[in-house]
């Protein structure tokens, strides 16, 4: 008998311990958004920025990150790749919103309206969860 209570408490570990599942199209967040009732988190990024690989390395896995993040829809945009080729569509997306450094973080309504932004990268997964965290 004590042994389902072990098991019980591993299975809910695991699924805790569960990495947040990325949109990368803007359009697919929205429509996830308005059903789950959420907020959009953006991460708008270049593949040759060492910022943007900082927090893709070392802030989004942490377990404060990685909780806070599964309170909102993350999205990841990559604009540009290691040889500054751009990717159109997300390109567009990083223009509508007047983004000019890498990284830019953002909070949108399901609309797509911003709620707010953050521009540069944090150095710990406990500050992305408090910013995320204030209104």
Request: charged share 25%; net charge positive; hydrophobic share 45%.
């Amino acid at each position: 008998m004590r042994l389902l209570p072990a098991l019980l408490l591993c299975t809910v570990n695991l699924v805790a311990a569960a990495p947040v599942g990325w949109e990368y199209d803007l359009g697919a967040a929205q429509k996830r958004a308005a059903k789950e009732g959420k907020l959009i988190f953006v991460d708008v990024w270049a593949e040759w920025c060492p910022p943007c690989q900082h927090l893709k390395a070392n802030v989004f896995p942490t377990a404060e990150a990685q909780k806070a993040l599964g309170k909102v829809i993350p999205v990841s945009l990559m604009t540009e790749t290691r040889d500054r080729r751009t990717l159109a569509d997300n390109m567009k997306v990083a223009m509508r919103f007047r983004v000019e450094a890498y990284p830019t973080l953002l909070v949108l309504n399901a609309k797509g309206q911003e709620v707010k932004r953050h521009v540069g990268a944090f150095s710990t997964g406990a500050q992305l969860s408090d910013w995320l965290a204030k209104k």
